[in-house]
């Protein structure tokens, strides 16, 4: 009984957009980018000089932007479009890690809170559209892969591991923005990403293509690994574009 009621409640506090509101779409990488845009036709266009992606969903504004990676470029990249047109809900989408084996590639995850691991701050998303938030999302400036280390976050509430959120939170919160959060799961602890791995995007986004001929350089069989990767994170990007397209789509009468 006391589960349900507390379910209801969540969903009793479920935000409707209005018509006229304008929704920010947050991105750190473009792949995250790509299925916003061509789910929603943006276009590219510059604000001052920051470069968004523009169009509408079902007569509301929405534009979209990539950051780039980790909490400096997600906070100066959000405080950037903030600054230079207002906005009235900002949306984060794109991919999560994992904490276990278990939970499917493609698992849509929606928190009920994000914490900061460096200040150990906590953010609460405003909840839109369906789904009941669950969990805790946590914000590393790192990968996080020891296995003691996973468990304790496990133990801990933990669900999933991303490198932005936090930040775009702590800078929503602080100029009284509504947030929320789309995240779908793209690699596991059984993925295997390390430093190597992880070294061959920029924090930008875009590939970085000495590290990734120094990769397959020093490890000649790992294509079809890196294809899996690959093919995980596609799926997932664009579940969290399907998420949250819905999530600020007008609901049916």
Not at 140 to 161: I, K, W
Not at 168 to 188: K, N, Q, T, Y
Not at 190 to 195: L, V
Request: negative net charge; contains cysteine.
């Amino acid at each position: 009984m006391l589960l349900a009621a507390a379910r209801e409640s969540r969903q009793a506090d479920v935000m409707e957009l209005a018509n006229d509101a304008r929704v920010a779409f947050v991105c750190a990488m473009p792949m995250e980018l790509t299925p916003l845009v061509e789910k929603l036709s943006l276009t590219e266009m510059k604000v001052g000089d920051v470069t968004v992606h523009s169009g509408t969903l079902h007569g509301r504004e929405v534009v979209a932007i990539v950051t780039g990676m980790g909490v400096d470029y997600a906070s100066s990249g959000t405080a950037a479009l903030l600054d230079a047109m207002p906005v009235d809900h900002v949306v984060v989408v794109g991919i999560t890690g994992g904490m276990e084996n278990e939970t499917p590639i493609g698992t849509l995850i929606l928190p009920e809170l994000v914490v900061h691991s460096v200040t150990g701050a906590e953010y609460r998303p405003a909840p839109l559209g369906e789904g009941t938030p669950h969990g805790k999302m946590l914000t590393t400036v790192g990968l996080t892969t020891d296995d003691g280390a996973m468990a304790e976050l496990r133990a801990q509430g933990v669900v999933s591991l991303d490198m932005e959120t936090a930040a775009i939170a702590h800078l929503c919160d602080e100029r009284g923005v509504p947030w929320s959060v789309f995240r779908v799961i793209s690699d596991r602890p059984d993925s295997n990403i390390t430093d190597e791995l992880f070294q061959m995007s920029n924090l930008d986004g875009t590939p970085n293509q000495e590290a990734i001929d120094a990769y397959f350089a020093k490890h000649p069989d790992a294509m079809d690994g890196m294809a899996k990767l690959a093919e995980d994170a596609t799926l997932a990007a664009n579940l969290a574009a399907d998420a949250a397209i819905r999530a600020c789509s007008p609901s049916s009468p």
